[in-house]
């Protein structure tokens, strides 16, 4: 008896093994979980065509929502570019479109073989999520990048106007002049690293998944945490001539 | 009393040609009882800094009279006077404006906190996107 209830402990143990990573996967693999909204039941326990369609209902307007958000950002952003704004607003506005013209599709659908087909369509033709929102946090960070060093390179030409102030004075700047350097130097990192991830992302549209895409947005993010790195480097680089500065004519 | 006469006119002559030069002179006797006349004239000059710096330029005329001769001696001395306020930016910058750019500086890299600040949150979001999936179709 001890042995029976044993066996049957590790039978569920293992059962549970194999259920768990099959969970994960259904949550990650989009196709396979349009399909599953029909497949994956049985014939007594199969939804109903309603069920469905309300399935798919919301998860279109879950993304029409996500894209309303998106418009709302981009249009009040005061970092990104207005032919990035423009790219990204007409973008949203087709996809938008194009999700309230498949919704009614599925709503008029009337057998399950035609919602096969359509349902696949909400995340495969639009890619809201594995696109749209990764390439548009991009382009944010890599324009807000540009802001920053614009506003890095007007701090530099002052601090280089006071250096040069000092040493017509007879100050000797040549530590204020050491940091600036390295600030310029991590300006420019930053300004070739970080600006250009905005049009290298920007173009990707669903049908560029899964590749390139997934590998230019895992490259986009890679080169906007370096160039984060780098005008932090060169904030830091610019305190420090600035301090160098007072130490040198002696201000306090 | 003739030679007075003729160094009066003499003087009289140089007050002329002073006032034909720039603008109105200030004339008068000077303590040793010479005539004297000037003119004054302002302007700017610009330091090696990009300063334009005001200055008075002042060009005095003496006729010294004798006693008993025509012969006139003149002495024309011009002088620059720069205002004691600017003199200190004249010669080179002091440290008054180099402090005054030091805080334009250090503005500048106070707003740059809020960039910054933003930057992380932005990269945040960056990250967080390519950790989604489009796996709420049938959920």
């Known amino acids: 008896m001890k042995r029976l209830r044993r066996l049957i402990a590790v039978g569920v143990a293992a059962g549970m093994l194999f259920a768990i990573p099959a969970t994960a996967n259904a949550q990650t693999d989009e196709t396979r979980d349009a399909t599953e909204v029909i497949d994956t039941t049985d014939a007594t326990t199969r939804p109903s065509i309603d069920k469905i369609k309300e399935r798919a209902a919301a998860a279109i307007d879950r993304r029409l929502a996500t894209l309303d958000t998106l418009t709302e950002r981009v249009g009040n952003s005061k970092h990104m570019t207005d032919r990035h704004k423009g790219t990204l607003l007409g973008e949203y506005a087709t996809a938008s479109f194009g999700l309230s013209a498949l919704g ?69 700047m040549s530590d204020a002049r050491w940091w600036l350097v390295s600030a310029r130097d991590d300006i420019a990192e930053a300004r070739r690293t970080g600006i250009p991830v905005a049009d290298d992302v920007i173009g990707l549209q669903a049908s560029d998944w899964e590749e390139p895409a997934s590998s230019r947005l895992q490259e986009g993010r890679r080169r906007l945490e370096n160039a984060r790195v780098d005008v932090r480097k060169a904030k830091l680089s610019l305190e420090k001539a600035r301090r160098a500065i007072e130490d040198a004519i002696g201000s306090d | ?48 800094g990009s300063q334009q710096i005001p200055v008075t330029t002042t060009s005095t005329t003496t006729t010294v009279p004798t006693a008993d001769s025509v012969a006139v001696e003149e002495e024309t001395v011009t002088t620059t006077t720069v205002p004691v306020q600017a003199s200190t930016t004249t010669t080179a910058p002091g440290t008054d404006d180099i402090e005054e750019i030091l805080v334009v500086i250090e503005d500048l890299l106070s707003d740059l906190d809020g960039q910054l600040d933003g930057l992380d949150a932005d990269l945040a979001e960056v990250t967080a996107s390519l950790n989604a999936d489009e796996g709420d179709i049938g959920q």
Do not use: W
């Not at chain 1, 920053?148 to 701090?155: F, G, K, N, T």
């Not at chain 2, 140089?14 to 004054?40: E, F, M, R, Y």
């Open chain 2, 1 to 48: 009393m003739h030679s007075k006469r003729l160094a009066l006119a003499a003087g009289i002559a140089v007050v002329l040609v002073a006032c034909t030069t720039n603008g109105l002179p200030a004339s008068g006797d000077d303590p040793a009882g010479n005539n004297t006349a000037s003119t004054s004239t302002t302007g700017v000059v610009r330091t090696a």
């Open chain 1, 104 to 172: 009614r599709d599925i709503q008029a659908a009337e057998t399950l073989e035609e919602l096969r087909n359509l349902i696949p369509a909400i995340a495969e033709d639009f890619r809201i999520y594995l696109v749209v929102v990764p390439k548009s946090r991009q382009v944010g960070a890599s324009d807000r990048v540009a802001d920053v060093v614009e506003r890095l390179d007007e701090a530099a030409d002052t601090v280089a106007e006071a250096i040069r102030r000092g040493e017509e004075a007879g100050y000797d």
